[in-house]
């Protein structure tokens, strides 16, 4: 095998393996949180999650079949701000906030970036959020939710 053939396998292979992984934490990630209109720390209260259940699909001894590809969820969220450490709409601690995104469950999923996580009853979570009317959206996806400054070395 020539240099030019070795040096097309890995480049190709290289070029491959960056477009299947999902977003890695890094510096310009740490930077997106940092520049997020509201940074705050929340505690769910109430979680609803409205769209297509289960019960829509068909099963069939081991297989399940839905209609359509992928489930979407819609999620409202009840959260207490616990820290307010920069808010554009004056957020303050111990205000009670509506969260509201899609949740897209994907059954083969494809290689990227994962869906906006269903955030648990009771726990406690970063949140990088934009107020929208009066209701909150996340504004950097899955990272919406995490804190991705430990994570960059």
């Not at 510096?27 to 289960?54: C, D, F, H, T, Y």
């Not at 949140?127 to 919406?144: D, I, M, Q, V």
Request: hydrophobic letters at 35%; aromatic letters at 10%.
């Amino acid at each position: 095998m020539n240099k030019l053939t070795r040096f097309s396998i890995v480049a190709m292979l290289s070029l491959q393996s960056s477009i299947y992984t999902e977003r890695k934490p890094t510096k310009g990630l740490v930077q997106e949180q940092r520049n997020a209109p509201e940074q705050l720390e929340i505690q769910v209260v109430e979680v609803n999650k409205l769209g297509k259940s289960r019960s829509e699909c068909r099963e069939y001894s081991f297989l399940i079949f839905c209609k359509g590809y992928d489930e979407e969820f819609s999620i409202a969220i009840t959260a207490i701000v616990q820290k307010a450490l920069k808010s554009s709409s004056n957020t303050k601690v111990g205000d009670t906030i509506m969260i509201e995104y899609t949740h897209k469950n994907n059954y083969n999923p494809p290689p990227g970036a994962r869906p906006i996580p269903v955030l648990a009853k009771g726990k406690k979570y970063p949140a990088y959020l934009s107020k929208e009317g009066n209701k909150f959206a996340p504004t950097l996806g899955y990272w919406s939710f995490r804190d991705a400054k430990p994570l960059v070395k």
